[in-house]
């Protein structure tokens, strides 16, 4: 029996692996009629323009899809012949369900297509990352071709995380300059591009009720103190965020108190969307924002607790 780890088909939390994985899935799921076996190595090229590991990791890659029930007959081939595989009835639906929240599901687009872009701006440059350029280079997303200005979208998203660099024109143009050292660091760690920044704390005991941890967590008190090794969960980390969050606005110059409300109108966001990757975001965003403050020479020691509550709440996002 195989102990490969099941495909995670969850575009947004899934890893940049399985997200490799999921696309040979979508293009076998083209390449044969419902049940009939099929050769993967055309489709592993074709997606070599996105995901360079291929083909070199194609039957590592269809050992997990079969272990996850998506393929089947991978071991039915003779020896030393190229292997081929059917898709199952559970890996079309797979194919159907993720493309369905590429569809409906902005989170999960950035997420696919954002790893895309990255990939490409890596391998081609940032002269040719557009919708438009990028699908004529035979790049695709499940399959599929590249849904109508998904990577002017998805550009902004990875310039907000910090992954590239990118400029937008007085005519509301998105022009990619480059990857960053943090986006390299991205690809080479696989963890799923929009919670790229989320680590979670080392040695974590979890406790019995779901989504709630001691070992690392924090607590931050009404006047800004942090108290360590106390039970925190997803809401109470994000009310501990919005209040150093708070502590920090007022110890800011009015010119970069607009970064404050940008975080915690995202925070808003993410709690009235119930979306976690966006709560994740405004996490990594304001850590990132106490280490601008920081790197300014304002002296504040919110900084401080304004990081820790986000590196808690990131923590936590990254364990569930």
């Not at 074709?46 to 998506?70: C, K, M, N």
Request: net charge negative; aromatic share 2%; with cysteine.
């Amino acid at each position: 029996m195989s102990n490969a780890v099941p495909v995670n088909s969850n575009l947004v939390t899934a890893t940049q692996v399985d997200l490799r994985r999921l696309n040979l899935l979508a293009h076998l799921y083209e390449d044969a009629e419902e049940g009939a076996e099929v050769d993967p190595a055309p489709a592993a090229a074709a997606l070599a323009v996105s995901f360079p590991a291929l083909p070199g990791t194609l039957r590592e890659d269809l050992t997990a899809l079969q272990a996850s029930g998506l393929v089947a007959g991978l071991d039915d081939t003779s020896l030393g012949g190229a292997p081929t595989v059917a898709v199952t009835p559970t890996g079309r639906q797979a194919v159907e369900s993720a493309r369905a929240q590429i569809a409906s599901d902005p989170d999960a687009r950035h997420a696919a297509v954002g790893l895309l872009v990255l990939s490409f701006l890596l391998t081609h440059g940032h002269q040719e990352v557009a919708t438009e350029p990028m699908r004529a280079a035979g790049v695709t997303v499940l399959a599929e071709p590249l849904p109508d200005d998904s990577v002017e979208a998805a550009v902004l998203e990875l310039d907000e995380l910090g992954l590239i660099n990118a400029q937008v024109t007085w005519g509301g143009a998105v022009i990619p300059l480059g990857i960053t050292a943090e986006g390299r660091i991205c690809l080479r760690s696989s963890r799923p591009v929009l919670l790229a920044d989320v680590s979670t704390p080392s040695a974590p005991i979890y406790n019995t009720t779901v989504g709630t941890i001691t070992s690392g967590a924090v607590a931050i008190g009404a006047n800004g103190d942090v108290h360590q090794d106390v039970i925190v969960n997803v809401d109470q980390a994000t009310a501990n965020l919005r209040i150093a969050l708070e502590s920090l606005y007022e110890d800011l110059p009015d010119d970069m108190r607009s970064q404050v409300d940008d975080v915690v109108a995202k925070i808003d966001e993410a709690e009235d969307t119930g979306s976690k990757s966006l709560l994740a975001r405004a996490a990594a965003q304001a850590r990132r924002l106490a280490n601008l403050v920081t790197t300014k020479g304002i002296e504040t020691a919110t900084t401080v607790t304004v990081t820790t509550a986000a590196t808690a709440l990131m923590g936590l996002m990254g364990s569930n």
